[in-house]
């Protein structure tokens, strides 16, 4: 079946680091991309997405490249900021008997000190 | 600004009783969606509802009922028969299944068996 595959984290990190969270997926077709945020209590936000391979998809300094051929989507931002603490979804939609079914990650939790 | 709401934001359940979360949306979307949220495991689906009138189980669906009699709203029953209802409740849309859209979530119920 879909699968994605992020480490849960925490990833600790200090204000201004560079950010790297991996995400890789299993999917049969092809699927559509997606990176969703929690601030703690709230629901998550879609954050950036991308549909094809080689997309880009970016949002508040963040961004994520669709690479196919490692089977990857991971997220990046250069300088992270103390707001910038959340858990992170990576997740996939894949269309099933005129369905689109999404499959999420386990969330990576980030932590930013000033 | 339209959005998602869900209610209560926190919810106690005694053993044996049946709860309702309810789920309302300003947004136009024709699509719905339950998902649990537990520590470690990601989000899993519940139901889903593509139009008003119809919803499909999900993955996890067995001791929970939906209706769907309108448009703007979507409620969960957690029903005596879950035997592990505790756990963070969201209530997602998107403006019509099978697109890749992305969701918007609502904020989210925190049902506790007391």
């Known amino acids: 079946g879909d699968s994605v595959t992020q480490m849960e984290g925490p990833v600790t990190l200090s204000e201004e680091a560079f950010l790297t969270i991996n995400c890789t997926y299993t999917?049969?077709?092809?699927?559509?991309l997606f990176w969703y945020v929690q601030y703690p209590g709230e629901g998550l936000q879609l954050l950036l997405k991308?549909?094809?391979?080689?997309d880009k998809g970016s949002n508040k300094g963040f961004e994520a490249t669709y690479r196919k051929e490692t089977t990857s989507f991971h997220l990046e931002k250069g300088s992270v900021q103390v707001s910038d603490s959340a858990v992170y979804f990576c997740?996939?939609?894949?269309?099933?008997?005129?369905?689109?079914?999404?499959?999420f990650g386990i969330g990576t939790k980030l932590q930013v000190i000033p | 600004d339209g959005g998602i709401t869900q209610s209560p934001k926190y919810l106690f359940r005694k053993e044996g009783q049946n709860v309702t979360l309810s789920c309302e949306q300003n947004l136009n979307h024709d699509a719905m969606y339950w998902y649990r949220q537990d520590p470690g495991q990601g989000l899993r689906l519940i139901y889903y509802s593509q139009i008003v009138n119809d919803f499909q189980k999900g993955d996890i669906a067995e001791g929970y009922s939906v209706s769907r009699e309108k448009k703007e709203s979507f409620p969960l029953t957690v029903t005596s028969a879950q035997k592990n209802p505790t756990a963070f409740y969201l209530c997602?849309?998107?403006?019509?299944?099978?697109?890749?859209?992305?969701?918007?979530f609502g904020s989210g119920t925190r049902l506790t068996v007391v």
């Open positions: 991308a549909t094809k391979a080689d």
């Open positions: 999917a049969t077709g092809y699927p559509s």
């Open positions: 997740a996939l939609s894949v269309g099933s008997g005129g369905y689109q079914k999404v499959t």
């Open positions: 997602a849309s998107e403006p019509t299944g099978g697109t890749n859209y992305g969701y918007t």
